[in-house]
């Protein structure tokens, strides 16, 4: 059989090519830098350092392809739906950190930040912004909300033996404090010194101000205590102010956090983790053990229950309870009842069968139990039905109730009941 030639896609001449600096787009625009360098500037003011470098990675991204796909593009003004359309294929195509293309959510979070340039300097009135904002929200692609990623308690338990087992004693203390505080990696990694606080007779972890700009305090377990404790009595020097830096002094970052639990992990035989994976594996734990929506809330620092209720999603007991409880019943309509073969009925059983009856107002019906019946308020009719003396009482009523109602043909069936009773009994 003839095979078809594999059609390729042609390369994308631009996917290789890193993120201009500053100053080579100085050099080739500097009408556009100059806005957008003072659009940083301006958002510096009131977001963190994080975002707005995150911010300026996503501009020198868009005037990386503008100066080359669109040479002729000199001014921020100039800028229209053709560039906006052509930009997005464009980005696609990039490669990735870890992958041949861009993650869906990393090209989703740069043409967002795109569009709230665009979006602001339109607020702000500069003179400089294009007569309409050329990025609309449809341009922005819509993301799966996947739940959480969670470890399962084997994984998250054979995760914890290999840190612990590990020689190098950061990496032990670094899983352990995420698996039972559920810190997000930059708090963890931004600890200050005095951050483990005794009140009453319970420590309490402090963590500063962090992503939703507030601050919260964390019980903290005896034993992590301990190991914070003997890590900083070996490694870290009187008065450094952070509370877990590197063995030489300096703060560590997500990328090291990163590090440490993929190498506990490789030892126990996992995949790869995301340090976040840590956070969402004790919310999953606690809300399978019964804690409640609000406390969960408190201690992983969400400013809402609707950031919290995605782990109620995952473990919803009383979903599993509702369904359980009807499960047996839906079962029943799918399974054919259990039956015992003939030649395993015993004597006494085949005689019950054969003497089957069903007691009845006026009688008794011999309809074996595995047969239906179709008619269920006229057993006097019916070829199965039998009745004797002791039920004449009960047939004299109803054949005067059918006379009363003029049922004729309802009294016919009494009357000819009520005579073969008579004629049995002068027999």
């Avoid at 990025?135 to 799966?144: A, K, N, S, W």
């Avoid at 870290?236 to 970052?253: A, F, K, S, W």
Wanted: charged share 20%; proline share 7%; net charge positive.
């Amino acid at each position: 059989m003839r095979r078809g030639r594999r059609r390729l896609r042609p390369p994308n001449p631009y996917a290789a090519i890193p993120f201009a600096t500053w100053e080579q787009l100085t050099e080739a625009v500097p009408d556009i830098v100059d806005v957008m360098v003072r659009y940083l500037e301006q958002i510096a003011c009131i977001l963190r350092p994080g975002s707005v470098h995150n911010t300026d990675q996503c501009l020198r991204a868009f005037a990386t392809y503008l100066i080359q796909c669109h040479p002729q593009v000199r001014t921020v003004a100039a800028i229209g739906r053709p560039q906006i359309e052509g930009y997005k294929p464009w980005l696609l195509a990039r490669p990735g950190q870890n992958k041949p293309t861009l993650a869906p959510a990393t090209s989703a979070h740069r043409l967002g930040v795109l569009r709230m340039f665009f979006m602001r300097i339109d607020e702000w009135g500069w003179p400089e912004a294009p007569s309409r904002v050329p990025m609309f929200h449809g341009d922005i692609p819509v993301q799966d909300h996947a739940l959480p990623k969670a470890l399962d308690d084997p994984s998250a338990s054979a995760l914890l033996r290999a840190a612990q087992a590990d020689r190098r004693q950061l990496i032990g203390l670094t899983v352990e404090v995420l698996l039972r505080t559920g810190l997000r990696v930059g708090e963890y990694c931004s600890l200050r010194s005095d951050a483990v606080v005794l009140i009453g007779d319970t420590y309490w972890l402090h963590v500063p101000v962090g992503k939703l700009h507030e601050d919260r305090y964390l019980p903290l377990h005896p034993h992590l205590v301990e190991l914070i404790g003997a890590y900083r009595a070996a490694h870290v020097t009187p008065g450094h102010e952070l509370l877990i830096p590197y063995e030489n002094g300096r703060q560590l970052d997500r990328h090291a956090v990163t590090r440490f639990i993929n190498k506990a992990g490789a030892a126990a035989g996992l995949g790869h983790i995301n340090p976040h994976r840590l956070r969402h594996t004790l919310a999953t734990q606690a809300i399978n053990r019964g804690m409640s929506l609000e406390a969960i809330a408190a201690m992983l620092g969400h400013k809402s229950l609707d950031m919290t209720l995605v782990y109620a999603r995952i473990a919803n007991r009383t979903v599993a309870q509702e369904y359980f409880a009807v499960a047996a019943k839906v079962d029943a309509l799918y399974t054919a009842p259990a039956q015992l073969p003939a030649e395993d009925l015993g004597p006494n059983m085949a005689r019950l069968n054969r003497e089957h009856h069903r007691l009845l107002g006026n009688g008794y019906c011999t309809r074996p139990t595995v047969m239906d019946c179709e008619y269920e308020s006229i057993c006097e009719s019916c070829t199965f039905f039998q009745t004797s003396i002791a039920f004449r009482p009960a047939l004299l009523a109803q054949r005067a109730d059918a006379c009363a109602k003029g049922q004729t043909r309802r009294a016919a069936i009494y009357d000819e009941l009520i005579t073969g009773l008579d004629t049995t009994e002068a027999s």
